[in-house]
């Protein structure tokens, strides 16, 4: 991006989380690119007020009401609009000043305001896995509809995007793609037993061995949920059938994701463990700017390691599978159960294994609807997370 072109207006939703506390470290790295137009939060109103008084935004949003008048109060020196709700959210993504929008927002939380800015045709930097995990179809439909791109920010789907620039027109690189392979660290229990994850702890399952991440994504990491939600998004987001999506585990975090092509050539993307590349090439595209990230050494990584998942014992990776072979709203079943799994898992209300059972029980038991719209998806994410609720709090 030339500096003579008109500086590109971020919203980023959910910005006191840990993808968008490091979006806004690209854009203070990156001022003469980027500015800032929105930012929003959910309960962090401390961190989001710190970080509107360093941006000075055109408008905030706290999506907890009951935080409006803290945020309200704190930034009016500085004639900063606030505004308060998931509606008010909704509505401030399709402001017309704002270029492109980088959703970061954790869980299906994201689904509407993505629809939203999509409608408004705003511009998409996705980093909330579960918009297309939860409606894909619905999602990817849209924005084809409204002439709006959407750009992967997970580091794996980033490094698919890379790897397929260049690949002459997309029409021709989507029919050239004979598979991806996403790459998994493994998380902290990689090689470990069924038998040792029965007892484990929140403490041990939130120390990931190369990332740094939030919660409820590391617990899903370490669970590989992350990878099997990594899988579905994939599909929409690279038209891919499932038995062209590959998963193998490299515990190095190098190699980021691997696109293999009809003649058997093979591209990768690499680089070290660092989530700010994948989102600055996502806000910037089609450009690549300078950066001072840190830079991979070959001698310092003398071996590189890969290895195929234990889907017997991380059996989420496979429900995952299941759950996209099936379509519909499956896949939207196992993201609320998992989000509700994972909460109880946090607060040391079940085990780690609990986790996979409570997936598989709500796939089973939740009404399948092969050709769902919006509110079909509503509801069935809220109708999965009552019962999930009720499985855990019934033992």
Known sequence: MSKEKVK????????????????LEVIAAQKEFFEVELLSACNNAALLIQQAVAFQPNAVVITNPQKYIEVKEALLPYHIKVFAGNEALEQAVTME???IVLTAMVGSAGLKPTLAAIKSKKQIALANKETLVVAGELVTGLARENGVNIYPVDSEHSAIFQCLAGEFDYTITRSAIEKIILTASGGPFR?????FLKTVRKEQALKHPNWTMGAKITIDSASLMNKGLEVIEAKWLFGLNPEQIEVIIHPQSIIHSMVQFVDGSIKAQMGLPDMKLPIQYALAYPYRLAAQFPRFNFSAYPELTFEKPDTETFRNLGLAYQALHRGGNMPCIINAA???AVEYFLKDQIGFLEISDIIETCMHKINFIKNPDLNSYLETDQETRILASNLITKK
């Open 8 to 23: 590109r207006k971020v919203a980023i939703l959910g910005s006191t989380g840990s993808i968008g506390t490091q979006a």
């Open 338 to 340: 998992n989000e509700i």
């Open 97 to 99: 000043s704002i270029d």
């Open 191 to 195: 090689g470990k037993t069924t038998e």
